[in-house]
Nanobody, 124 residues
Framework: QVAESGGGSVQAGGSLRLSCAAS????????MGWFRQAPGKAREAVAK???????SYADSVKGRFTISKDNAVHALSLQMNTLKPAATAVYFC????????????????????WGQGTQVTVSS
């Protein structure tokens, strides 16, 4: 299972760092990613990281978000800089072999289980 934290409210242009603690049968050394779901919209993948540390990002966050992980402590992070109001959403982390192949285009239906997410609100 996973547990997300670090969300909050910031003004546009600000930064937040999200964290994800993995436990049980979730192995952070596998492919992992961050998804988000904005109000009234479908859940979407925004970033993924492979077992070798390679990453990919959705165009909407490329250059502003950075995904990283620490396998020693089973943790995944998402550093979000220069935040825009469009980033307002609930953010979720997930592990899936599909992320290895599809990266940030991974459909949410590929994920077997979800945490409760963490809310990010960006005001203009």
């Amino acid at each position: 299972q996973v547990a997300e934290s670090g969300g909050g409210s910031v003004q546009a242009g600000g930064s937040l760092r999200l964290s994800c603690a993995a436990s049980g049968n979730i192995d952070t050394s596998d492919c992992m990613g961050w998804f988000r779901q904005a109000p009234g919209k479908a859940r979407e993948a925004v970033a993924k990281i492979d077992s070798d540390g390679s990453t990919s990002y959705a165009d909407s966050v490329k250059g502003r978000f950075t995904i990283s992980k620490d396998n020693a402590v089973h943790a995944l992070s998402l550093q979000m800089n220069t935040l825009k109001p469009a980033a307002t959403a609930v953010y979720f982390c997930a592990a899936s072999a599909v992320l290895c192949w599809l990266g940030h285009t991974t459909p949410p239906s590929s994920i077997d289980s979800w945490g409760q997410g963490t809310q990010v609100t960006v005001s203009s």
